[in-house]
T-cell receptor, first 111, second 116 residues
């Protein structure tokens, strides 16, 4: 199965941009890159996903390296409510349809 | 719009007891999943289903059983509860995307289970 590597934790200041990195050097050509976040005491929630091109939505932007071996989730202006664990996820092995979560990056946002 | 609903929210079991965690979704999603999350850890996939009547094992299926008789419901059964099954359990659903890929998962609020 393709794996992802993320830093265990990161800190940011409120209203500053945050760049959350993810390495996925064994990604296959058809794997989508998904990002989810989990607020304290809640289930994970979808943030964004992409295949090759950079993607934007109201929550964040996803920048995907040209070789697709890494990606970066960008929060343009961090708020205190963005403090959460962020998961970078690839599809499970080819042919399966379930997402496998790693341990993620715990983002702390300072006021 | 209810989304994914899990019951109960909390439960304490004695070793060897059995129980069923209920999960229902009202979005007509094909795919449903059960994950468990141990303290301070990420989520691990227990079982998943791509449609009514079809289920498959995930990373950690031992000690659990599932069934999918309807599109809406995906109950998780613990037959002989063990302390190692103390965890938070999340149910999720998603709709099939283009080319067979999943699109976004919707999660329930979780069931906190303690086995003593």
């Amino acid at each position: 199965d393709a794996k992802t590597t993320q830093p265990n934790s990161m800190e940011s200041n409120e209203e500053e941009p945050v760049h959350l990195p993810c390495n996925h050097s064994t990604i296959s050509g058809t794997d989508y890159i998904h990002w989810y976040r989990q607020l304290p005491s809640q289930g994970p929630e979808y943030v964004i996903h992409g295949l090759t091109s950079n993607v934007n939505n109201r929550m964040a932007s996803l920048a995907i390296a040209e070789d697709r071996k890494s990606s970066t989730l960008i929060l343009h202006r961090a708020t205190l409510r963005d403090a959460a664990v962020y998961y970078c996820i690839l599809r499970d092995r080819a042919g399966r349809r379930a997402l496998t979560f790693g341990s993620g990056t715990r983002l702390q946002v300072q006021p | 719009n209810a989304g994914v609903t899990q019951t109960p929210k909390f439960r304490i079991l004695k070793i060897g007891q059995s129980m069923t965690l209920q999960c229902t979704q009202d979005m007509n999603h094909n795919y449903m999943y059960w994950y468990r999350q141990d303290p301070g850890m990420g989520l691990k996939l227990i079982y998943y289903s791509v449609g009514a009547g079809i289920t498959d094992k995930g990373e950690v299926p031992n000690g659990y059983n599932v069934s999918r008789s309807t599109t809406e419901d995906f109950p998780l059964r613990l037959e002989l509860a063990a302390p190692s099954q103390t965890s938070v359990y999340f149910c999720a659903s998603s709709q099939k995307g283009r080319g067979g890929t999943n699109e976004k998962l919707f999660f329930g609020s979780g069931t906190q289970l303690s086995v003593l």
